[in-house]
């Protein structure tokens, strides 16, 4: 737990999360954050909430207490989306103080009834709407929406400059020092960048599209701090992190960085005999790689990955006339977030048939990834010398198109 300044009148309350997988599905090596905001006009906003894992409704209760604001002084309870890691606590305030008003978005409203049952005034803004807290702070809405529900928006405080962006340009990760990218060298900032991309790439990639007109609409405000519900508040990069994300949208379609992901698994030992080979080949070319075994690796974990790789080589056996059934498993998921347009080389081993080779065209014609395949390549049983001098005569070619 953590207690920040932003700026004047504007404190973050800031709760660490950990060994949970988020939603239930995306595990996180190094935790997350959920991030209050409290702004003190003359009236008091809450902005965005915690959600109820780990007691975290008391934590925050506590956090209040800790800068003296009682809870029954909160007039607005700003919810720009009504995701149960930010709401989910509404539940606990409720049985505390019910005389307050919801802020937030058409779409939110409906959701907000759909999880709780209460007569609490909902106050439905729109673009450019604003709400006068006196004392100089005001709030201006901007709807953003799905990113990463359909209810998204974004809080402005037009004093300080401050934008509260919830699940937009957020980051996993819990960070000790501070809970402000100013206290980070550069350095530091890109160890971090690892759990920014597997937040997106998991999160909020599927809404890629969404995330580009969001940053087309924020793109010309004047901004001091960006204020994210995840992840560390963004200041003197508070540009770049609006960059990094118009970025990581434009992975979506591929071409992304020069960067392979090889996603391997074998029953036997015979495809992971030619995985070893080739990753010695990947490594002896210098290229970036990541090697991700299934089904041992977490979806989460392969997505980080294929998200930044501009290709990908896929090594499996053939089971049950079909594909090793963790590959189709990951390929669906990959499908789903729409990683698209990858250079795409596949290897692996068979006993009488195959099969493997069919279910992997269906599925990249069913879910559009519109891959491009080098020819793929198959071996009965074990890969001989001659079968891995093709492997690495493909997977050169691959390294070419790069
Ligand atoms: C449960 C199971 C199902 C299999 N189904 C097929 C099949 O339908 N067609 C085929 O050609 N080989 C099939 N095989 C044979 C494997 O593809 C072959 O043994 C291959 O060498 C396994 O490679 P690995 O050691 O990398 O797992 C199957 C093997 C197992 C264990
Ligand atoms: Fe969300
Ligand atoms: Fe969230």
Known sequence: MKITEISKGITQLSVNIKDILFESLWEMPNGVTINSYVVKG??????????????????????????????????????????PDHAGWIEDLLKVHQDFQVICTDKGADIFEAFFDTDVKVHRVKD??????????????????????????????????????????????????????????????????????????NIIAAFSPFVLKAIEKLENLEIFAIAPGHGLVWKSRAKKILEDYKTYALYQKGSARKEI?????????????AVQFVEKRLKASGIKYHIHQVPE????EVLTSVWTSSAVILGMPTY???????????????????????????????GWSGGAQKELEEINDRLKLNWTFIESYEFKGKARDEDLKIIEGRVTELIDML
């Not at 992901?261 to 005999?273: F, H, K, N, V």
């Not at 690796?297 to 989460?300: E, H, L, R």
């Open 128 to 201: 450019g709407d604003v709400i006068d807290l006196g004392d100089g702070k005001v709030l201006s809405f901007t709807t953003i929406p799905h990113v990463h529900w359909p209810d998204a928006m974004v809080s402005y405080e037009r004093s300080s400059q401050v934008l509260f962006t919830c699940d937009a340009f957020g980051s996993f990760g819990i960070f000790e020092k501070s809970t402000v990218d100013d206290a980070y060298t550069d350095a530091e900032i890109l160890s971090y960048e690892r759990d920014t991309i597997r937040y997106y790439s």
């Open 320 to 350: 049950e006339y079909k594909m090793f059934p963790p590959m189709s498993a990951v390929l669906e998921e990959l499908g789903k977030k729409k990683v698209q347009g990858r250079k795409a080389f596949r290897f692996g081993s068979y």
């Open 261 to 273: 992901t090889l996603i391997w698994g074998s029953m036997y030992g015979m495809t992971a005999e």
């Open 42 to 83: 003359e009236k008091t906003a809450l902005v965005d909430g915690v959600c109820g894992w780990d007691g975290v409704p008391e934590s925050l209760f506590k956090l209040l207490d800790e800068i003296d604001v009682d809870i029954k002084s909160i007039e607005y309870l700003v919810l720009n989306h009504l995701e």
């Open 297 to 300: 690796t977490s979806w989460g």
